[in-house]
C-alpha cells in the first residue's frame, strides 16, 4: 500500500486530543501514513504543497470543506501531469462537510471511510473557478479561486460569515459550541435579506433585488439538489427575497431536499456565470468568505482536472 500524506485541520481548538480517534482507526487498520496538522487557514495549502515536493501521491485532508478547498487551490496551481499523478481524499472533520456528504461520507465513521480509501476508487471530478479582481497596492489585479463544491452571493455568504465568528466566540473563549448556532440565527435577523445584483446565465439576464445565488459543482448545502461534480455544468439557484413565511418553507424544503420546489427559487444548469453587479453581497467559496471583488466577476467550470478518491 502506497503510503498516505495526511494534512489534519482541527476542529476544535485541543487538536491533539481530536486526533487520537483518528490515529486509531488509522492504526487499527494498518494504513502507512505520515501527517502534519494544519495550525490555521494559511497553513493547508503550504503543507500539501511541501507534501507534494516530497513525492506523496495519495493525500488526504482531516478536515471539512473549506480545508478541502486550500488542498484544491494548491493542487489547481500545479501543472497538469503533476497534479495527474496525485489523488486526493477526505475524511470529514469540518462544521458542514458537505462535499463529503455528497460522496456518502460520514463524519461519525471514520471506519467506513479509511475502508473506501484504502479500496482506492478515483473518479476524476470536475473544479469550479470564480474569476474577480482585486486592489493591491493602487493597482487592480486579475485572481482566481477554485472551489470543488459551491460559491454563494448574498444571504448564505454572510450567514457562513456570522457563523464562522460566532463559532469562534463561542468555542474558543467559551468552550460551547450550539450556542453558536442559535446566535448566528438570531443575528440573521439584522442581515440585508435582499441585494440589488446583475446576473448573466445562458441567454437570460437578471436585473433585480435577489437575496441569494448558489453557483454549485455539488449539493451546494442543499440549494442545488441536482448538481454532480463530473458533467461540466454548473448549477445555479436563484432565490429572490421569498418573505417570512415562505423564508421557513423554504428551509424546510432544503432540508426535505425539495429546495427547487420552492416558488421563489429559480434554478439553471449553465457553463459561466458572470455577475455584472453584486452591490454590498458577501462571497463564500467552500465556506470561507472572499475577499470582496471590486466590479464585475465571473465563474466557470474545469472538467475532469482532478483525481479525487470515492467509496
Not at 214 to 225: E, F, I, L, R
Amino acid at each position: 500500500m502506497e503510503k498516505w500524506g495526511i494534512v489534519f485541520c482541527p476542529k476544535y481548538k485541543n487538536g491533539r486530543k481530536e486526533w487520537t480517534k483518528f490515529a486509531k482507526v488509522l492504526r487499527d487498520k494498518h494504513v502507512d501514513y505520515d501527517y502534519v496538522q494544519s495550525e490555521d487557514n494559511r497553513g493547508v495549502s503550504r503543507l500539501v504543497n511541501m507534501m507534494i515536493g516530497n513525492g506523496y501521491k495519495t493525500i488526504i485532508v482531516v478536515g471539512g470543506d473549506a480545508d478541502l478547498n486550500d488542498a484544491v487551490n494548491c493542487l489547481m496551481q500545479k501543472d497538469a501531469s503533476t497534479r495527474a499523478g496525485i489523488d486526493l481524499g477526505i475524511i470529514p472533520n469540518g462544521i458542514l462537510n458537505d462535499f463529503g456528504k455528497f460522496w456518502g461520507f460520514d463524519e461519525d465513521n471514520v471506519c467506513e471511510t479509511v475502508d473506501s480509501i484504502l479500496r482506492h476508487r478515483v473518479r476524476k471530478v470536475d473544479v469550479g473557478c470564480v474569476h474577480y479582481r482585486l486592489e493591491r497596492e493602487g493597482k487592480l489585479n486579475q485572481c482566481k479561486r477554485y472551489f470543488i463544491n459551491c460559491v454563494n452571493v448574498g444571504l448564505v455568504a454572510a450567514l457562513t460569515n456570522l457563523r464562522r465568528q460566532t463559532r469562534t466566540f463561542f468555542f474558543d473563549y467559551l468552550g460551547t459550541d450550539p450556542l453558536s448556532y442559535a446566535f448566528s440565527t438570531l443575528l440573521l435577523g439584522f442581515q440585508r435579506l435582499d441585494y440589488k445584483m446583475n446576473i448573466k446565465i445562458n441567454d437570460d439576464e437578471i436585473d433585480r433585488k435577489v437575496m441569494t445565488v448558489c453557483v454549485s459543482n455539488a449539493h451546494g448545502y442543499g440549494q442545488t439538489p441536482s448538481a454532480v461534480p463530473y458533467n461540466g455544468k454548473l448549477d445555479v439557484s436563484v432565490v429572490y427575497n421569498p418573505g417570512v413565511t415562505k423564508f421557513v418553507e423554504g428551509a424546510y424544503l432544503m432540508y426535505r431536499k425539495q429546495f427547487l420546489n420552492h416558488e421563489s427559487v429559480h434554478p439553471y444548469r449553465t457553463d459561466k456565470v458572470i455577475f455584472s453587479k453584486a452591490k454590498h453581497a458577501l462571497v463564500s467559496v467552500d465556506g470561507r468568505i472572499l475577499s470582496t471583488p471590486i466590479g464585475e466577476f465571473s465563474i466557470d467550470i474545469e472538467q475532469e482536472v482532478l483525481n479525487f478518491i470515492i467509496p
